[in-house]
């Protein structure tokens, strides 16, 4: 490719929204320029970039017995409405109706269009297992577009999809689809940790997210330095702390005038808050029948502890959790800042476990003023569910092995979920068994962003100069600069350099243009190829091109004539550095 006939151009300055490194860079080396929020054209350098890693994905999904096809974008709203998910996604998905007035949606995921198929293809167990997958455009319609291709409302994913016999035949697709993601990443350039994490919208019962560990992130994971535990916060478990061993004390109510929070009422009764039990107070959107209500919901938690709300809405199966208002509480009978579940009427309370487990705590007495000392869970209150709803924090103890936890930002690369039944059973997505029996197919569901997966490598790889793309989906492989080329000599050798190795099957972008040399130097450390070749009159006039990977200091004269081979020597020492990171890695639960 000619930089002269380059559909795309560079920019000295990034766009005032550019507000990642990546989204700088990219805009700037024109990968990528943006039509709307979110919303993004791939320009020349950035559909190469995109494909590599296309490639990249097709090969490791092949390599576990993937079949590729594809599936419609615009989707009937019907078969949304038979999972249920219609009712249940809130305005991320784009809605809207057909010349015949039907209910349609642009799809942001793909679970319900398989479970159709599946239900169309699939008749024995003969026909299972199968995998298939896709590389699709979606859209979601994001409420706050950031990071340029990190989180967008328009963008290509790859989703695939596993079918099963059985529960068995799921997990050996998910252990395979584990790995199968890290070889992918890996052979990007990307360094990735796979996290549990919250199974969302999409249900089941096991999820594990790929990060790329970065401040940019907007997700907060766990992870402990002694162990391989790792979790988003949003599930992330911790050892927590065991309530004194102590008998029940009888239940006394005591004047605690002024302490509406924890903090308050540890200082004034001289205790921990470990002894205290904290009340939230929340209206939670829930099944009923065949629809959703609001419940008035009351949890409690020990007082030196916070809620998690995604593990309470999990625990609650609540499709939404909001803040009860005041005139909600005291309908309740409970008083905001001095409340409890002790003699709290029509309310549907959960308690975290480390309350169960915490003997003689103090709890609000739903008296302004007031408080019980010596409340005991079973005895003076019960819940109708008892759960794990705690939120970790930097320093509580591993689950695993006890020592302190750490907090780091994630951007979340890569998901895989166990469905289970949940699509298939809704869709009546069966198969019959040896018995003859008609059974449910066990699904799995994975994704990749693709665009995103792109960003992270650019925000991972580059200097000060610009994008530094690991040879495996740089959109070229090498940048040769002709520099003087009034110079007849000069321009015979980059002309011939170019001709010998596109012959070769080197992927060259050839700037010819007519710039100054500085412009075109500082343009290929922008846009960040493996290598760079000069040819130039003091190169030529040491015997041959000069030859510099990207991101090192100096480069090495080398005869034209010898140029080929050089650079194929380069390459593969580059593509082996890749790969000597691709290895097993072991599964983490």
């Known amino acids: 490719m000619r930089m002269s006939n380059l559909f795309s151009q560079t920019l000295r300055q990034a766009p005032a929204e550019a507000d990642v490194t990546s989204y700088q860079l990219l805009v700037r080396a024109g990968f990528i320029r943006q039509l709307s929020s979110g919303i993004f054209s791939y320009l020349t350098l950035g559909v190469r970039a995109m494909r590599k890693i296309e490639s990249i994905i097709r090969e490791e999904m092949d390599a576990i017995g993937g079949q590729e096809i594809t599936m419609p974008v615009v989707q009937p709203a019907e078969i949304w409405k038979e999972t249920g998910r219609w009712y249940q996604v809130g305005p991320e998905m784009a809605r809207f109706k057909d010349r015949a007035d039907r209910d349609m949606v642009l799809g942001m995921t793909h679970e319900e269009v398989v479970a159709d198929l599946v239900r169309r293809e699939i008749s024995s167990y003969r026909q299972l297992p199968r995998l298939v997958y896709q590389i699709q455009t979606k859209f979601r319609d994001e409420p706050r577009s950031r990071a ?80 391989d535990y790792a979790a988003n916060r949003e599930v992330a478990r911790f050892r927590k702390p065991l309530g004194d061993d102590e008998d029940a004390l009888p239940l006394e109510k005591v004047a605690t005038p002024g302490t509406t929070t924890i903090e308050s009422l540890a200082d004034y009764l001289k205790i921990p808050k470990s002894k205290t039990a904290k009340a939230f107070f929340q209206v939670a959107t829930m099944p009923q029948d065949d629809g959703y209500a609001d419940r008035f919901v009351l949890a409690i938690i020990r007082g030196d502890m916070d809620i998690n709300e995604t593990k309470l809405a999990n625990a609650l199966k609540a499709k939404a959790l909001r803040p009860a208002t005041e005139d909600e509480i005291a309908a309740s009978g409970a008083v905001p800042g001095y409340g409890s579940a002790i003699g709290a009427a029509d309310v549907l309370v959960i308690v975290d476990d480390s309350v169960e487990s915490s003997p003689n705590l103090v709890a609000g007495a739903n008296e302004s003023g ?146 100054r040399p500085g412009v075109k130097f500082n343009d290929a450390d922008l846009i960040g190829l493996p290598l760079r070749i000069v040819a130039g009159a003091r190169a030529l006039a040491e015997g041959g091109v000069e030859i510099k990977r990207r991101g090192a200091q100096a480069g090495a004269i080398v005869p034209v004539d010898a140029a080929v081979t050089f650079v194929q020597a380069e390459l593969r020492a580059l593509r082996a550095e890749i790969d000597a990171t691709v290895v097993d890695v072991p599964f983490r639960e």
């Open 148 to 227: 340029g291709l990190i989180r967008v409302r328009e963008f290509t994913m790859k989703d695939s999809y596993s079918l099963d016999v059985n529960w068995d035949g799921l997990d050996v697709q998910y252990r395979r689809h584990y790995q199968a993601y890290y070889n992918i990443y890996h052979r990007c350039g990307l360094p990735v940790l796979a996290v549990g994490s919250d199974t969302g919208m999409m249900g089941g019962s096991l999820a594990h997210e790929f990060m790329y560990l970065a401040p940019i992130g907007e997700d907060t994971l766990f992870v402990c330095d002694n162990c």
């Open 370 to 515: 007031y408080h019980f000392i010596n409340s005991n869970y079973g005895r003076d209150y019960t819940a109708a569910i008892v759960a794990d709803i705690a939120a970790a924090r930097d320093g509580d103890a591993c689950p695993h092995c006890g020592e302190p936890l750490r907090s780091v930002r994630g951007v979340e690369v890569g998901n895989i979920f166990k469905l289970g039944t949940r699509y298939s059973a809704a869709l009546g997505a069966t198969f019959l068994d040896e018995n003859g029996t008609a059974q449910p197919v066990i699904m799995g569901s994975y994704g990749i962003g693709v665009g995103r997966l792109l960003a992270c490598v650019a925000e991972e790889h580059n200097d000060a100069q610009g994008l530094i793309w690991p040879v495996t989906i740089a959109p070229f492989q090498v940048h040769l600069v002709l520099a003087g080329g009034d110079n007849p000599a000069v321009r015979a050798a980059a002309e011939r350099l170019y001709v010998d190795l596109s012959r070769e099957g080197v992927e060259v972008l050839y700037d010819d243009r007519e710039e």
